[in-house]
């Protein structure tokens, strides 16, 4: 199977879209990078779920949900979806029913992704309870069963520990069929990798090729467990591109502050380099399993360099 190449939209999380003081220009730049890559030949954009930027700042940070319906409106090819939706910041069943009128304004195009949680100033912030790692897992367990069901039964009842739905009714459920596919994210070994073997359609880790690797020789082994076919799951791994003319230049580019999101010496195997290098990472990739490259890039908010990864590397 061909590797599959996806943005990551920069929405401002990362406080990329600081330079810009009026808002309608810096949508109207998203945009214009959500054009690029769906004219390159992307296979999807995914965007994050934050409510403010990291750290805190008055820099803008577009809401997900709301700029992915946008997105929808605007795009006629490209997949559209999460990277992923926090789950403490909106009621599972709530969820379910902005991702089903989603799927509909799209003509079937979204993945749903959903994660528990990690920013917990987002959560102090905006007045949502913070629980611990172990409760924030097990709320996702529950929500993911409370959406799925909501997708694909006419009513649903359930009586959870942290939700409780009784005859909901979720009509239009969305367009595609059997239902809207999912994405749940993250990697940790005993509980979200589980949760991935048995309930998602794919799954997404932020590592390097040896450890993907590694991570998906975990999950192969939670789909044996609970007996779920590891091929039904599609393997997506973040990375992060600087295309340079040389590899030093690439290395002088990297920050610090990636350590936030990318594991050990992440110079050793992000995409930055020079093109035979950015071309070889991508093969570590593959070979590890990476069936799909979501590609944030160092330039964020500039449509040439998708342009130039598009004509380099996308078929």
Not at 51 to 62: D, G, H, K, R
Request: proline share 5%; with cysteine; charged share 20%.
């Amino acid at each position: 199977m061909p590797l599959k190449y996806s943005l990551f939209l920069p929405t401002g999380f990362a406080q990329d879209l600081a330079g810009f003081a009026d808002p309608q220009e810096a949508y109207d730049l998203l945009l214009e990078l959500v054009a690029a890559a769906e004219q390159g030949g992307f296979d999807a954009v995914w965007m994050p779920d934050h409510l403010q930027t990291v750290p805190p700042s008055q820099a803008y940070l577009f809401e997900s949900w709301s700029l992915l319906s946008a997105i929808a409106g605007r795009t006629d090819r490209i997949r559209i979806g999460q990277l992923v939706s926090g789950n403490g910041y909106r009621n599972p069943a709530l969820q379910a029913k902005m991702a089903s009128t989603v799927d509909v304004l799209s003509n079937g195009r979204l993945t749903f992704g959903i994660g528990a949680g990690w920013y917990q100033r987002d959560y102090d912030a905006y007045g949502f309870e913070f629980l611990s790692a172990p409760e924030r897992l097990r709320q996702l367990g529950e929500a993911i069963q409370i959406i799925q069901s909501l997708w694909t039964n006419d009513v649903t009842n359930f009586d959870g520990k942290y939700y409780q739905l009784v005859e909901a009714i979720n009509q239009p459920r969305g367009i595609q069929q059997p239902r809207i596919p999912m994405m749940v994210a993250g990697g940790g070994e005993k509980v979200t990798l589980k949760l991935v073997a048995r309930y998602a359609d794919l799954c997404n880790v932020m590592e390097s090729p040896a450890g993907a690797e590694r991570k998906f020789g975990i999950l192969r082994d939670h789909c044996a467990t609970v007996g779920r076919e590891y091929d039904e799951i599609r393997r997506t791994v973040t990375t992060h591109c600087l295309i340079t003319d040389t590899d030093e230049e690439a290395r002088a580019a990297l920050s610090p502050g990636m350590g936030l999101f990318y594991p050990g010496d992440f110079g050793s195997y992000l995409l930055y380099g020079t093109l035979d290098t950015v071309r070889e990472r991508i093969q570590a990739y593959q070979a590890a399993g990476v069936q799909e490259l979501i590609v944030g890039f160092h330039q964020s908010t500039d449509p040439e360099a998708i342009r130039r990864f598009a004509k380099e590397f996308v078929s």
